[in-house]
């Protein structure tokens, strides 16, 4: 059984069903790719995992622990971390502020509230600003990054959190070629220790680094299986020629 | 009857559930010019206490210095003070419209400047508006006795809120209205000029402000201090109604209702005690107000 | 010249603040004038007050317009306390003012003041209390900005209409002035003294170092955050509510320090310390002074209230009249205050291309307010 299951959830906003009886299974220390039109339900699906919507059926289970309807903090707590379609980083603070925060073993506000130094941050704060490239920067203010500079960021700030889950939503959304390429090697080094979840257009970069990729349309499961299973699949095609995506 | 309630009265507990009818509407009419400003351009307009108190200034002054009769008084208060807020929008709110706390800031400096304007230009003693004798006098509605004015603010806020009704959803203005509420950008998009609608908007939520002032300075006496009596409750309606015409109406009923049911039951200022307890208990379920207006999702 | 704006210099920071209180500490060896350090204290009074807003609304972007709450809870708490102590269980059982009321016995509420301790941490634990149970239904329920302002606005006027009311407990619109000074073990503490004034400085030099130490701390980083983006930290793990709810507490706490220093100074307390005006007030000397600035909010309350004082009754309309129209000014100008004003201006000594450097003014003239 997956780390991450998901059964027959679904949503509408009084009456619009934007998911519909969706079920999915994440195994462990896989890449599951989410793909779908616009409208499909995968930020939905998203939003439904992390706690930001509440589901109007179905159950989610985290290692077997029914995870459904807690609160965003809760689950963040139990170990899934998420990056935001549109990225969302804190833009006034340096980027080195940005990654301290992000490193929330210790949740409460008052053992918080003397806390001045930190080795055990320090350490994972150098290797992750290391591994998303962006060492040179942390003195400045996160508003002041580029567009890929800001999803390094905010993937660095997932990794602070050290989850066993990691949802990125369209990670390489705006990135140039070379940083594409970036963003898979370390995707494919990631899933060596980490479960992740990807939201993504781009089917190149599907190609380089989904294990498994499941389609999803008009609120419902349409089709899981390898990416060439997924390109050879009529239902998939024919979703996708209906819309301008691909 | 009487041995089942014990020493319950039911004819002085039918008198407060109407007089409970009287507060709300009261109440009501104080919120209506602030849940028109709230609800288009999210502003709180602290200075609304002020802008009744203007209301009842400017009756109070049109019918002493220049022999206004009352009921005139009424449509120019609210000229007058629909010109103190178109002012204090242009002026200075624009500036300030995606920041929230800023606003409320900022209205509340103009509060103050026109509270002691109001106290240096007129003093601080109490003035009075007069009414025809007729008004000053009860009605006995059975074994319930009330003044002949409450009636009269009574019918006067059920003609606004159609009046208002209307304007925002029979009238090309308030379509406009509701578009810049929902999205302003798609709204602009259409061709709508939102800045133009918000200054509209803010000069009518001042206007009615004014009709509500001169109401309340003959219902009370007139003084610069006597606009935060009424503020407050009229922030709890637009907070509990979530920002509507309907849910205004909703919550100036209800609460009034429920003020004048716990007085009975205990005293006027525990009443209101008890009143705040459950609006933040209410809060805590519908944290957007009972009638929340839908904006467009992030 | 500096290399990078001194105002934001964590070292010239902590100098600043040691040298501000240093200097304050020295005032009653100036002057040994029995009623200005009376009046004095009542400052620093309204300086932890203007503290406690900074942390709530410039620090943790909460705008509290009902501090007064907590200053007034615990302003009653320590009258409460003082009358006890003049009062004696055989011979005077009760207070002067509820046998005026006819009173028949000692109310339960007032039984825990026999005792100063208890008093005392009554007076204290109740309003923080109070502020952590308003503030979790509040935050829990995702309350915010203007919302919770307006709230905070309405509980306030509540609990004025409450203890305006009920007459036999708190002497309605009278308040209760405590026939003689509080004395603690033995020891009296007297209101027109250099002592007060050294307590209440001592307490608000204190305060202020704690909570500037905070803000600097992986909290005070969380809070930041929670200012710049609540909703992004809740999926880092924080509970968002949990933070506002302490900074809330916290902050009623000060105040509820402030309202205890308050009635020992003065020896005073009705209900006007739970005006709307005054609780407002608050948010001015912040607003003014510069919220984002613990030091800054304190000086904003000196300026006001000491201004104020001084310019007596007769110009009260005109002056207030002056401070909204200042205040306006401020918000839509100075958003940061008068601190932002310095902040800027310590800005404008960053060194910059050769041909500016001759005209800019002299190093640190003012390096007097900070962040």
Redesign the interface.
């Known amino acids: 059984m997956g780390i991450l299951e998901i059964h027959n959830l679904s949503k509408d906003y009084s009456g619009t069903v934007v998911l519909n009886d969706f079920s999915l299974d994440v195994v462990e220390l896989t890449l599951c790719c989410l793909l779908g039109p616009n409208g499909a339900g995968k930020t939905t699906t998203m939003d439904m995992i992390t706690g930001r919507q509440k589901p109007s059926s179905g159950r989610i289970l985290l290692n077997d622990n029914d995870i459904t309807g807690l609160d965003e903090h809760e689950i963040a707590r139990r170990g899934i971390g998420r990056k935001f379609q549109v990225p969302a980083v804190f833009k006034d603070l340096t980027v080195r502020q940005n990654l301290e925060v992000a490193y929330s073993r210790q949740t409460s506000p008052f053992k918080n509230m003397f806390r001045f130094r930190d080795p055990g941050m320090e350490r994972k704060l150098d290797e992750v600003a290391t591994q998303v490239g962006l060492t040179q920067r942390l003195a400045i203010e996160a508003g002041t990054l580029s567009h890929g500079e800001t999803q390094w960021l905010e993937i660095g700030m997932v990794l602070m959190q050290d989850p066993q889950i990691l949802l990125m939503d369209e990670p390489a959304a705006g990135m140039t070629e070379q940083e594409i390429d970036k963003t898979s090697r370390m995707f494919n080094e990631l899933k060596k220790t980490k479960t992740l979840v990807v939201v993504e257009h781009d089917m190149a970069f599907v190609r380089e680094i989904a294990d498994v990729v499941t389609v999803m349309h008009m609120g419902a499961h349409l089709a899981t299986g390898s990416i060439d299973q997924i390109e050879a699949n009529a239902r998939v095609r024919e979703v996708y020629l209906g819309s301008e995506e691909h | 009857m009487d041995s089942l309630f014990g020493n319950f009265d039911l004819s002085a507990f039918a008198s407060a559930l109407l007089l409970g009818i009287s507060i709300g509407s009261i109440w009501l009419i104080a919120a209506l010019g602030l849940t028109i400003i709230y609800g288009t351009a999210g502003v709180?307009n602290m200075a609304h206490g002020e802008f009744l108190m203007l209301g009842a200034y400017s009756s109070y002054m049109l019918q002493a210095y220049f022999g206004v009769p009352f009921f005139l008084c009424i449509p120019a208060s609210f000229v007058i003070v629909g010109l103190v807020g178109l002012i204090m929008e242009r002026g200075?709110i624009r500036?300030?419209y995606n920041?929230?706390?800023?606003t409320?800031?900022?209205t509340?400096?103009?509060?103050?400047?026109l509270?002691?304007?109001v106290?240096?230009i007129f003093g601080s003693d109490p003035k009075y508006i007069a009414v025809p004798q007729m008004f000053q006098e009860s009605v006995e509605i059975g074994f319930f006795s009330i003044s002949l004015f409450r009636i009269v603010v009574l019918l006067i806020t059920a003609l606004l809120v159609a009046m208002i009704w209307y304007l925002f959803y029979r009238t090309r203005f308030g379509m406009q209205v509701r578009a810049v509420t929902q999205n302003k950008e798609m709204a602009a998009a259409f061709g709508i000029n939102s800045g133009r609608v918000y200054m509209m908007t803010f000069a009518l939520g001042a206007g009615l402000a004014g009709v509500a002032g001169s109401l309340f300075g003959v219902l009370n006496i007139v003084l610069p201090t006597m606009g935060?009596s009424y503020v407050?409750q009229a922030?709890?309606v637009v907070?509990v109604g979530g920002g509507s015409l309907v849910g205004s109406v909703a919550a100036g009923a209800g609460t009034g209702e429920l003020q004048s049911i716990f007085a009975y039951f205990t005293?006027d200022?525990?009443a209101?005690?008890l009143l705040?307890?459950l609006?933040?208990?209410l809060?805590?379920?519908k944290?957007q107000g009972l009638f929340a207006i839908t904006k467009a999702r992030r | 010249m500096f290399k990078s704006n001194p105002y934001h210099n964590k070292t010239a920071q902590w100098v600043v603040y040691v040298l501000f209180f240093g200097a304050l500490a020295f005032v009653p060896v100036l002057s040994d004038d029995a009623f200005m350090m009376n009046q004095f204290a009542t400052y620093g009074v309204f300086g932890m007050l203007a503290l406690s807003i900074s942390l709530c609304w410039g620090f943790g972007g909460i705008l509290n317009l009902g501090q007064g709450i907590a200053f007034g809870l615990g302003a009653y708490g320590m009258a409460m306390t003082m009358q006890m102590q003049s009062q004696d269980p055989e011979t005077s059982p009760m207070p002067p003012f509820m046998l005026n009321n006819s009173v028949e016995q000692l109310p339960l509420m007032w039984e825990p003041f026999w005792h100063t301790g208890w008093g005392i941490f009554i007076a204290l634990a109740v309003p923080t209390l109070f502020c952590v149970i308003f503030g979790t239904i509040m935050f829990r329920a995702r309350v915010s900005g203007p919302f919770f302002a307006i709230m905070s606005l309405a509980m306030l006027s509540a609990w004025y209409t409450i203890i305006l009311d009920s007459q036999p407990f708190t002497n309605g619109v009278n308040g209760i002035s405590p026939p003689a000074p509080l004395s603690i073990g033995g020891f009296e503490i007297d209101p027109y003294s250099g002592f007060i004034y050294w307590m209440v400085l001592f307490l608000l030099a204190a305060m202020t170092l704690i909570i500037k130490l905070i803000t600097t701390s992986k909290f005070g980083l969380i809070v930041q955050a929670v200012r710049a983006d609540s909703e992004r930290v809740r999926f880092l793990g924080y509970s968002v509510s949990y933070y506002e709810t302490v900074i809330y507490a916290v902050s009623g706490f000060i105040a509820a320090i402030a309202g205890c220093c308050w009635v020992v100074a003065v020896q005073y307390v009705s209900p006007a310390q739970l005006d709307v005006s005054f609780s407002i007030s608050m948010v001015i000397w912040a607003g003014i002074g510069g919220r984002m600035s613990l030091l800054g909010s304190i000086i904003g309350a000196f300026m006001i209230q000491g201004g104020q004082s001084y310019l007596g009754d007769e110009f009260l309309a005109t002056w207030l009249l002056i401070l909204g129209g200042f205040f306006i000014f401020v918000v839509r100008f100075l958003p940061k205050g008068l601190a932002g004003l310095l902040e800027s201006g310590l800005g404008l000594l960053v060194a910059k291309p050769a041909a500016e450097r001759e005209s800019a003014p002299g190093p640190v003239a003012g390096a007097k307010v900070q962040g």
């Open positions: 709180i200075l500036y300030l920041r929230p706390l800023d409320l800031l900022a509340w400096g103009v509060s103050l400047v509270m002691q304007g106290r240096l935060t407050v922030f709890l907070v005293s200022t525990f209101r005690f705040f307890v609006i933040v208990i809060l805590r379920y944290p």
